[in-house]
């Protein structure tokens, strides 16, 4: 069956801090990849995608690569801020319209 | 509207009381789905409308759930003789196209439910 497994969080860095936040699937045939994003009072938002193996996905500074060889598709950014203190959800599309989401990490950047 | 709205944006209920969430999709959007999201977790699929069809209900937990979305625009969730389980953020989805698999999901803000 399908399901992803992410990084338990919750995550506190410094601003300007390296982070990654850990994903991986389980999935029969391609899936599509997404990470979305959750601010504090808003819905989830898609943050970026990759669609096949080797894609790289990004989006305001944050990258994630399709790794078919390791099931994979970890979030990274090189620098964080303060206003990317949010929820990331990692999330698998497989056949059919079902999407799988991770449990989600909380993320907390401090000045 | 500009986005997926969804009413009310939270409800308290008594254990046993029915309730009713109601999404209002991206005009236009072919596809609309309902999640379920307890705390701490990520969202469960709960049932997938395509246009007016519901081609899956699979992850509605039990026949106390029902949804519709009878002329392919607004869905309304009912949950039946809610329980303390039921207590969660019900999520709304929309996408533009039924067949497009990479396609982006828009989420409404969610209906939080408080069953007491």
């Known amino acids: 069956g399908n399901s992803v497994t992410q990084m338990e969080g919750p995550v506190t860095l410094s601003e300007e801090a390296f982070l990654t936040i850990n994903c991986t699937y389980t999935a029969t045939g391609y899936p599509s990849l997404f990470w979305y994003v959750q601010y504090p009072g808003e819905g989830l938002q898609l943050l970026l995608k990759?669609?096949?193996?080797?894609d790289k996905g990004s989006n305001k500074g944050f990258e994630a690569t399709y790794r078919k060889e390791t099931t994979s598709f970890h979030l990274e950014k090189g620098s964080v801020q303060v206003s990317d203190s949010a929820v990331y959800f990692c999330?698998?599309?497989?056949?059919?319209?079902?999407?799988?989401f991770g449990t989600g990490t909380s993320l907390t950047v401090i000045p | 509207g500009a986005g997926v709205s969804q009413s009310p944006r939270y409800k308290v209920a008594k254990r046993g009381q029915d309730v009713a969430l109601r999404c209002d999709p991206i005009?236009?959007?072919?596809?609309l789905f309902w999640y379920q999201q307890a705390l701490g977790q990520g969202p469960e699929f709960l049932t997938y409308f395509q246009n007016e069809a519901q081609l899956d209900k699979s992850g509605l937990p039990s026949d106390r759930f029902f949804a519709e979305r009878p002329e392919g625009s607004v869905s309304t969730l009912k949950i039946q003789r809610t329980q303390q389980e039921d207590s969660a953020v019900y999520l709304c989805a929309s996408r533009e196209t039924s067949g497009d698999v990479t396609g982006e999901l828009f989420f409404g803000e969610g209906s939080r439910l408080t069953v007491l």
């Open positions: 990759a669609t096949k193996a080797d």
């Open positions: 999330a698998l599309r497989g056949h059919g319209n079902q999407f799988y």
């Open positions: 005009s236009g959007h072919v596809s």
